[in-house]
Every structure is written in structure tokens, then in C-alpha cells.
T-cell receptor
Framework: KNQVEQSPQSLIILEGKNCTLQ??????????LRWYKQDTGRGPVSLTI?????NTKSNGRYTATLDADTKQSSLHITASQLSDSASYIC???????????FGPGTRLSVLP | NAGVTQTPKFQVLKTGQSMTLQCAQD?????MSWYRQDPGMGLRLIHY???????DQGEVPNGYNVSRSTTEDFPLRLLSAAPSQTSVYFC??????????FGPGTRLTVL
């Protein structure tokens, strides 16, 4: 069964610190992997997208990595800000392009 | 562009009542979908549509109906609400398998 797992379930860090969120998936065939940020009470918004051939993709202070062999991805947040407090969702799309498999998300809280 | 809009933002129903959640997009996207989001779980696909006149079931379709008469609109109908349908509902649209754009969500409580 196609699944996406994320860890940790929740994370608390101090403002200015770095953190890394993990995503493991079993979706096959694989098309792409996205990280979304979901602020409380809002819909998810795309941060990065990575295809099979890409290892790293950056978007400002967000850097995503992908290891297609081990089917793992990570999202690294540098110099965290209070506005980074949100849920981060990993989503994997299959090769047919219409099956989006969502992870449960990691809830990040950044404290002053 | 307004993107993806959803109405209402909040709704409280009694068991057995019916209602329609509205979703509209102005990006001319072919693909639209409805998800529900429950605590501790990933978004789960209820129904989706790959174009006007074409709909299909997702992972959790029971208790929900959809139709797609135009490219822009994709309403979700609850025919007889149940407490198990208490959730936050998101509508999303995309062009084929590309980035999905999500609406702001509808928070539904069924008493």
C-alpha cells in the first residue's frame, strides 16, 4: 500500500535554531515529492517540489533533500523564525500524476 | 486571481441534515479534489475530478457526493450528515499532476 510517514510528530525549537524534518515513503511508481507548509486554520501551501533526479532543492531558508534509492526525504529549516510555526506535510505523487499520498505532517513550534 | 475559494468557512449541522460545501477556482485547472483532514492523520481524498463531467471516488467517499458541471466549480454534498463527518474539508485544484492549490478550508461540526 502506498504510504508516507513523517517524523517527528511534533517538534519545539527556539527561534534562530535549525531543525530537520523527515519523510519516508513507499509510493510506487514515483513521480515527485513536495513539502507543504500549513499554517493553523489555512490550507497547505507548496514549499518545494523534487523529482526523481533531484537530490536537493532550496527555497530561502528551506532546503529539501531526496534519496530516491532509500525513499527518504528531509526538510531542513535554517535560522528558524516565529513564522515557521506550522505543520509541514510531505506529499508524494505517483507516476500517473493524479494520486497524491499525504503524510500526517510534523507540527513545528518555534518559541521566542 | 482569487485562487481556490471555499464557502462556508464554518458550519454546524445536526445529524441527518444535508448541506453542500462550495468550491471554486479561477485558474482553469482540470483537476479538482476534496480532502478531509482529521487530527493526527494526513489529508484523505474524498472525491476528485479530472475535468468537467468526470468525477471519481477517492479513499473515503462514503456519505459524500460530487458533481462537476463546469471547470470552475466542484461542490461537495453531504446527504445525511453524521458525527463521523466532523472534520476540516479542503478543496484543491491543479493542472494534471502538478502543484495542488488549496482553498482555506471549511470546518464542519456535526452534532
Amino acid at each position: 500500500k502506498n504510504q508516507v510517514e513523517q517524523s517527528p510528530q511534533s517538534l519545539i525549537i527556539l527561534e534562530g535554531k535549525n531543525c530537520t524534518l523527515q519523510c519516508n515513503y513507499t509510493v510506487s511508481p514515483f513521480s515527485n515529492l513536495r513539502w507543504y507548509k500549513q499554517d493553523t486554520g489555512r490550507g497547505p501551501v507548496s514549499l518545494t517540489i523534487m523529482t526523481f533526479s533531484e537530490n536537493t532543492k532550496s527555497n530561502g531558508r528551506y532546503t529539501a533533500t531526496l534519496d530516491a534509492d532509500t525513499k527518504q526525504s528531509s526538510l531542513h529549516i535554517t535560522a528558524s523564525q516565529l513564522s515557521d510555526s506550522a505543520s509541514y506535510i510531505c506529499v508524494v505523487t505517483d507516476n500517473y500524476g493524479q494520486n497524491f499520498v499525504f503524510g500526517p505532517g510534523t507540527r513545528l513550534s518555534v518559541l521566542p | 486571481n482569487a485562487g481556490v475559494t471555499q464557502t462556508p468557512k464554518f458550519q454546524v449541522l445536526k445529524t441527518g441534515q444535508s448541506m453542500t460545501l462550495q468550491c471554486a477556482q479561477d485558474m482553469n485547472h482540470e483537476y479538482m479534489s476534496w480532502y478531509r483532514q482529521d487530527p493526527g492523520m494526513g489529508l484523505r481524498l474524498i472525491h476528485y475530478s479530472v475535468g468537467a463531467g468526470i468525477t471519481d471516488q477517492g479513499e473515503v467517499p462514503n456519505g459524500y457526493n460530487v458533481s462537476r458541471s463546469t471547470t470552475e466549480d466542484f461542490p461537495l454534498r453531504l446527504l445525511s450528515a453524521a458525527p463521523s463527518q466532523t472534520s476540516v474539508y479542503f478543496c484543491a485544484s491543479s493542472y494534471s499532476g502538478n502543484e495542488q492549490f488549496f482553498g482555506p478550508g471549511t470546518r464542519l461540526t456535526v452534532l
